[in-house]
């Protein structure tokens, strides 16, 4: 089971790091050649469509994973029953799209929203194959076809903006990645569906799904509601510049994150039955996620300003202070991805759904707060929040597992503190080079910030550095065998 978690946690982040890298470069040169402005009226648009998708994909898809047995009359049934989900959602926004553009006076909106929304029906089919890739976690597959799928529709879209298209070279990209995503998925997972839609079978992971879908859709709703706020009390620039510096920190968390939730979930289900074994699991992934994410949220912290300009010029430098604070929020991911899935695996779903309505009613409390003074207090209180989040996702192990947030702190810290120190050496040694060349400037604070975490790691004897080293010499000696 270790050398199982180990290789589909190794296809799952290259397969979101292959992608997000893609797609990292994509809008790298999409900013070069889109405004602010632009950005912020289609990622207004990706708040809606990610609410849509959130209803159709979430709770069902989960269930298919941590279900004890599962065969090919439960998937075909999920798949039937998202599309039709999928039908009734894009109804309700093809209706919606003139009081959406009306509501944020912006024209353009209401086609976009209905073109947008196509995406739902190879959506739906797509959660179904991935649910059938992380049952067998076989990532391989699904690598390989989030990188086409990310690269054919990155050149679409900046073919589209080159030419002229504008905001629509973004629509493109995203229609274009899921079609490509879902046929080239058919030619890498043998499951195929059936024209089967079983009631019975639906019904039977109706219990444990409709709190996931609930919690799902809580979470997305409350997530982008800070988009949607900004939009409408702020301007789609100020939207745009937010948008753009939550992509950075979100690349990394994310990338880590989807493979703790895609490889511990159906690795956890498989050891629900003994505690002890799932409390170390956890453990482990709680440990080795924070010490390998949290100095790159450091180090993304510290350097924001120079990697900015660099990569995306001076008229982005206002999404600056909002990269910084979306580092602090994102650092807390693994964390709770890792408690959320250990109360999954245990078949507590009611538990996850008292999880995010306690979650969110603290953060509506917050939220009403930061609108009184500015959108940087706004979206700061949203980074403590999650903080705060971090003893609400682990209160329920501490009985379920015996794995509380007491003792994930602990092992926690050693990471936190040693990432904070290099982040504040890291953006000592910028103040110090001044105005040199910003390529070399960059190259050398990563440098820096590398050397300072790994020597730190070194002299403390820090356990989840012994862990991955001492892991890396054996898989090297057994290769070398």
Same mark, same amino acid.
């Given at each position: 089971?270790?050398?199982?978690?180990?290789?589909?946690?190794?296809?799952?982040?290259?397969?979101?790091?292959?992608?997000?890298?893609?797609?990292?470069?994509?809008?790298?040169?999409?900013? #070069?050649?889109?405004?602010? =402005?632009?950005?912020?009226?289609?990622?207004?648009?990706?708040?809606?469509?990610?609410?849509?998708?959130?209803?159709?994909?979430?709770?069902?898809?989960?269930?298919?994973?941590?279900?004890?047995?599962?065969?090919?009359?439960?998937?075909?049934?999920?798949?039937?029953?998202?599309?039709?989900?999928?039908?009734?959602?894009?109804?309700?926004?093809?209706?919606?799209?003139?009081?959406?553009?009306?509501?944020?006076?912006?024209?353009?909106?209401?086609?976009?929203?209905?073109?947008?929304?196509?995406?739902?029906? %190879?959506?739906?089919?797509?959660?179904?194959?991935?649910?059938?890739?992380?049952?067998?976690?076989?990532?391989?597959?699904?690598?390989?076809?989030?990188?086409? =799928?990310?690269?054919?529709?990155?050149?679409? !879209?900046?073919?589209?903006?080159?030419?002229?298209?504008?905001?629509?070279?973004?629509?493109?990209?995203?229609?274009?990645?899921?079609?490509?995503?879902?046929?080239?998925?058919?030619?890498?997972?043998?499951?195929?569906?059936? %024209?089967?839609? !079983?009631?019975?079978?639906?019904?039977?992971?109706?219990?444990?799904?409709?709190?996931?879908?609930? +919690?799902?859709?809580?979470?997305?709703?409350?997530?982008?509601?800070?988009?949607?706020?900004?939009?409408?009390?702020?301007?789609?620039?100020?939207?745009? &510049?937010?948008?753009?510096?939550?992509?950075?920190?979100?690349?990394?968390?994310?990338?880590?994150?989807? &493979?703790?939730?895609?490889?511990?979930? %159906?690795?956890?289900?498989? #050891?629900?039955?003994?505690? =002890?074994?799932?409390?170390?699991?956890?453990?482990?992934?709680?440990?080795?996620?924070?010490?390998?994410?949290?100095?790159?949220?450091?180090?993304?912290? +510290?350097?924001?300003?120079?990697?900015?300009?660099?990569?995306?010029?001076?008229?982005?430098?206002?999404?600056?202070?909002?990269?910084?604070?979306?580092?602090?929020?994102?650092?807390?991911?693994?964390?709770?991805?890792?408690?959320?899935?250990?109360?999954?695996?245990?078949?507590?779903? @009611?538990?996850?759904?008292?999880?995010?309505?306690?979650?969110? =009613?603290?953060?509506?409390?917050?939220?009403?707060?930061?609108?009184?003074? !500015?959108?940087?207090?706004?979206?700061?209180?949203?980074?403590?929040?999650?903080?705060?989040?971090?003893?609400?996702?682990?209160? %329920?192990?501490?009985?379920?597992?015996?794995?509380?947030?007491?003792?994930?702190?602990? @092992?926690?810290?050693?990471?936190?503190?040693?990432?904070?120190?290099?982040?504040?050496?890291?953006?000592?040694?910028?103040?110090?080079?001044?105005?040199?060349?910003?390529?070399?400037?960059?190259?050398?604070?990563?440098?820096?910030? +590398?050397?300072?975490?790994?020597?730190?790691?070194?002299?403390?004897?820090?356990?989840?550095?012994?862990?991955?080293?001492?892991?890396?010499?054996?898989?090297?000696?057994?290769?070398?065998?």
């Amino acid at each position: 089971m270790k050398q199982k978690i180990i290789k589909g946690m190794l296809w799952k982040i290259l397969e979101s790091g292959g992608a997000q890298g893609v797609q990292f470069v994509v809008t790298v040169i999409l900013a #070069r050649l889109l405004t602010p =402005a632009e950005y912020g009226v289609v990622g207004l648009i990706m708040i809606f469509i990610t609410i849509a998708n959130a209803l159709v994909q979430n709770g069902f898809s989960t269930a298919l994973v941590q279900r004890s047995q599962a065969d090919e009359t439960d998937f075909s049934s999920v798949c039937c029953f998202e599309l039709l989900l999928s039908a009734a959602v894009y109804a309700l926004l093809y209706l919606a799209a003139p009081y959406i553009a009306g509501y944020y006076r912006i024209e353009i909106l209401e086609e976009i929203v209905r073109v947008m929304g196509i995406v739902l029906f %190879p959506g739906a089919v797509i959660s179904v194959q991935t649910a059938y890739v992380s049952r067998k976690m076989e990532f391989r597959g699904l690598f390989l076809s989030t990188l086409f =799928a990310s690269a054919v529709s990155g050149v679409f !879209s900046i073919w589209m903006a080159a030419a002229g298209y504008g905001v629509w070279a973004m629509v493109g990209q995203q229609i274009s990645y899921y079609v490509l995503l879902m046929i080239s998925l058919f030619a890498a997972v043998p499951w195929r569906p059936r %024209p089967v839609c !079983s009631p019975a079978r639906i019904g039977s992971m109706f219990s444990f799904g409709w709190k996931l879908l609930c +919690a799902g859709l809580i979470d997305t709703v409350f997530t982008n509601l800070y988009g949607l706020i900004i939009g409408k009390l702020y301007n789609e620039e100020q939207l745009g &510049a937010f948008n753009r510096g939550e992509q950075f920190p979100k690349l990394i968390a994310s990338n880590l994150g989807a &493979a703790i939730q895609a490889v511990l979930l %159906p690795a956890f289900s498989s #050891r629900q039955s003994d505690t =002890a074994a799932v409390r170390r699991m956890v453990r482990r992934a709680v440990r080795l996620s924070s010490f390998v994410v949290m100095p790159m949220l450091a180090g993304l912290f +510290a350097v924001a300003d120079t990697l900015v300009f660099l990569l995306l010029g001076e008229q982005w430098m206002v999404c600056v202070p909002f990269l910084r604070i979306m580092c602090v929020y994102y650092c807390f991911w693994p964390i709770h991805i890792t408690n959320l899935q250990a109360v999954n695996a245990m078949g507590r779903s @009611d538990i996850f759904l008292k999880l995010e309505i306690i979650k969110k =009613a603290t953060c509506m409390l917050l939220l009403l707060i930061g609108l009184r003074y !500015s959108v940087y207090v706004m979206v700061a209180l949203r980074a403590f929040h999650d903080f705060l989040c971090t003893f609400i996702d682990a209160a %329920p192990n501490r009985k379920l597992i015996g794995y509380g947030a007491a003792r994930q702190w602990k @092992d926690v810290l050693p990471s936190l503190g040693l990432s904070a120190a290099m982040c504040a050496a890291v953006m000592a040694a910028g103040a110090w080079m001044g105005e040199m060349n910003i390529l070399l400037k960059l190259f050398l604070q990563v440098l820096a910030g +590398a050397v300072f975490y790994i020597l730190g790691a070194w002299l403390f004897q820090m356990e989840s550095f012994r862990y991955l080293l001492n892991t890396a010499l054996r898989t090297s000696a057994v290769k070398a065998e």
